[in-house]
C-alpha cells in the first residue's frame, strides 16, 4: 500500500541483533538506503554518529562502557530508537 502521496510507507523498525550485546551489533533494515546512525548514552551524550549505505550494518562496540544506550536510525522518509545494553 501506499499514502496519498504514492510514496511507500518503510518499517518503522530495524533489526538489531545480539541484544544485549558485547562487542559488536549488527543493524538491519527492510530496505537499502542512506541511513544516519547514533549512538546515545541514557544522559543524551553521543557516543557514536555514522552515516551508511545498504541493509546492514555492523558496529564496532568495544570502546563504548557498559550500560544501557539508544540507537537512533535515520533516513529520508524513516525514523525509528531502539535500545541496547552493553555488556
Not at 541493509?55 to 562496540?61: D, G, P, T
Amino acid at each position: 500500500p501506499s499514502d496519498i502521496t504514492g510514496v511507500t510507507p518503510r518499517s518503522k523498525s530495524f533489526g538489531l541483533y545480539p541484544n544485549p550485546a558485547s562487542d559488536f551489533i549488527t543493524l538491519q533494515f527492510g530496505h537499502p538506503g542512506t541511513y544516519q546512525i547514533r549512538i546515545f548514552s541514557t544522559t543524551g551524550q553521543l557516543i557514536l554518529s555514522e552515516e551508511i549505505s545498504g541493509k546492514e550494518y555492523q558496529a564496532n562496540l568495544c570502546g563504548i562502557g557498559e550500560g544501557m544506550y539508544f540507537i537512533t536510525a535515520r533516513s529520508e522518509d524513516f525514523i525509528a530508537t531502539q535500545k541496547l545494553l552493553k555488556r
